[in-house]
Each structure stands twice: as structure tokens, then as C-alpha cells.
């Protein structure tokens, strides 16, 4: 599984597009604070949505693999004055939870599991973490976001302090895409810094998905695609499932 290093830095500024609101209310519609309080945030990184969901009356802890993305949220949490337990983990290894309301898994953090063992079992410890009527919210990459967007590359950003180049190709396994990322960065001494990172992710058509979370046990599993309440089609970006222990 990859973790975010020095694009933990970054990381903020360049997913200012996210409608992290827009996620804070489709769980909000679901499973409301008022019964739905304790929530766990499964590949928090810098907890801009567990913020988010914080404010919104949830009592939120967080799990990532990545001690950098952690070591900002922790940052965050102490100029807003919030307590939020943190935890470095992997998601396949999730332990130590239990009777939880909610679990979110945003941002497709799952499609950085790579073998589909690991996904299954990491939908396997979210079960067992979750009380009877508890839920899970987690979004994905479609098939046609990993054949065909993200092998449309190379992509490029400048907005003057932090610039990159992405480049892309197809994994090893099937729905698989290697991201390969060279960033410069405007230092305060008016020079660039230049550092590269490879990610490596991996997705699965969305009724494999439903059907691991049915054979786990799940009672009730949702799926709708690209932030809104409409089914997924060929050309679906992202896949948003929504299971019911």
C-alpha cells in the first residue's frame, strides 16, 4: 500500500476542488450525529473531511498509513484547539475499534489497496468494528476513470508556488494505474525544490465490491455515482457505496 510522503505538503492546496461539504451531507442524510455519533475516518490524512465532520457534531477518530499526512492533521488539531485521536495504521489492519456508528473510507483511499485480499479483509475489520445498524460510507475510482482518464496523461499544474507533472501507466493487474509525480515547490528562499513520489492504485467494478460487502454479511448496500444520487453508468468517474451492517 502506498502512503503519502513529501506530497503530504501539498496535498491541501492541490485538492481545494473536492466537495468535502457535499460528503459531510451525504453521510449527514444517512446517519445523522444526533444517532450516529461515533465515526471513524479510515485514510484521514490531513483530516480536512474529519474536520468537517467534527464541526457537524460527530465524535470522529482517524486511522492513515501515512505518519506525514498524520503529523498535519495533529498540527491542525492543536492551532483549532480540537481533540481527535489519530492513529498510524493500515487500513487492512484496523484493530482496536469497536461499537462504531459510522466508517468512512473517502477520497478513494481503498484504491490504494493493492491485492484484493487486503481489500476484502479490510471491509472485513470494518464489519467487525461497526454496531449492529452501523454504516460505511467509502467512494472508488469507475473503471472508466482508471482504463481511460488517467491513462490520457501526462497531466500538469502551475499555479506559480507549486507546479507538477503527472505522468501515467498501466499496473500489473487489471484496473491498475501507476502514478508517477515530479513536484517543484517555491521555497522561502525564492527557489524551487523538486521531489517525485509514485503512487500505485487499483480499482474493482462496483458490483464486486457489493458483492464482498454482502458476503461479509452486510444487510443493505447502496451504490450511486459522481457526488450525486444517480446510478452509475459506462462513463462514471467515481462510486460512491454505502453499506448497512
Given at each position: 500500500m502506498n502512503?503519502?510522503?513529501r506530497?503530504?505538503?501539498?496535498y ?11 460528503y459531510?451531507?451525504w453521510?449527514?442524510t ?6 450516529y455519533?461515533?465515526?471513524l475516518?479510515i485514510g484521514?490524512g490531513t483530516a480536512?473531511?474529519a474536520?468537517l465532520?467534527?464541526?457537524a457534531?460527530?465524535a470522529v ?6 505518519e506525514e499526512?498524520l503529523?498535519?492533521?495533529?498540527a491542525?488539531m492543536?492551532?483549532e ?5 489519530l492513529?498510524?495504521m ?5 484493530e ?5 456508528d459510522v466508517?468512512i473510507?473517502?477520497?478513494?483511499s481503498?484504491?490504494?489497496v493493492k491485492e484484493?485480499?487486503?481489500?476484502v479483509e ?10 449492529e445498524?452501523g454504516?460505511l460510507f467509502?467512494?472508488v475510482?469507475s473503471?472508466?476513470?482508471?482504463d481511460?482518464?488517467f491513462l ?10 507549486i507546479s507538477?507533472v503527472?505522468?501515467?501507466?498501466p499496473g500489473?493487474e487489471?484496473h491498475?494505474v501507476y502514478?508517477?509525480?515530479t ?5 522561502e528562499s ?5 521531489f517525485?513520489?509514485?503512487?500505485y492504485q487499483r480499482t ?11 458476503e461479509?454479511?452486510f444487510s ?11 446510478q ?7 462510486i460512491?457505496?454505502r453499506?448497512v451492517?
Amino acid at each position: 500500500m502506498n502512503s503519502y510522503e513529501r506530497f503530504a505538503e501539498v496535498y491541501d492546496e492541490l485538492m481545494t476542488d473536492i466537495p468535502y461539504t457535499e460528503y459531510v451531507e451525504w453521510i449527514q442524510t444517512y446517519a445523522p450525529a444526533q444517532n450516529y455519533k461515533n465515526l471513524l475516518d479510515i485514510g484521514c490524512g490531513t483530516a480536512t473531511l474529519a474536520f468537517l465532520l467534527h464541526k457537524a457534531g460527530y465524535a470522529v477518530s482517524g486511522i492513515d498509513l501515512s505518519e506525514e499526512m498524520l503529523a498535519i492533521a495533529s498540527a491542525r488539531m492543536e492551532d483549532e484547539k480540537i481533540t481527535m485521536p489519530l492513529y498510524a495504521m493500515s487500513m487492512d489492519e484496523l484493530e482496536g475499534f469497536s461499537e462504531l456508528d459510522v466508517a468512512i473510507i473517502p477520497i478513494d483511499s481503498i484504491n490504494y489497496v493493492k491485492e484484493q485480499q487486503n481489500v476484502v479483509e479490510t471491509l472485513k475489520r470494518i464489519f467487525g468494528s461497526l454496531r449492529e445498524g452501523g454504516q460505511l460510507f467509502f467512494d472508488v475510482h469507475s473503471l472508466y476513470k482508471m482504463d481511460n482518464i488517467f491513462l490520457d496523461g501526462p497531466f500538469t499544474y502551475d499555479d506559480g508556488e507549486i507546479s507538477y507533472v503527472w505522468y501515467t501507466e498501466p499496473g500489473e493487474e487489471p484496473h491498475s494505474v501507476y502514478h508517477q509525480m515530479t513536484f517543484f515547490v517555491l521555497t522561502e528562499s525564492g527557489l524551487f525544490e523538486r521531489f517525485d513520489e509514485e503512487h500505485y492504485q487499483r480499482t474493482f467494478a462496483f458490483e464486486q465490491y457489493v458483492k464482498w460487502l454482502k458476503e461479509i454479511g452486510f444487510s443493505h448496500v447502496e451504490v450511486t455515482a459522481d457526488w450525486m444520487a444517480t446510478q452509475p453508468t459506462d462513463e462514471s468517474e467515481r462510486i460512491f457505496i454505502r453499506a448497512v451492517k
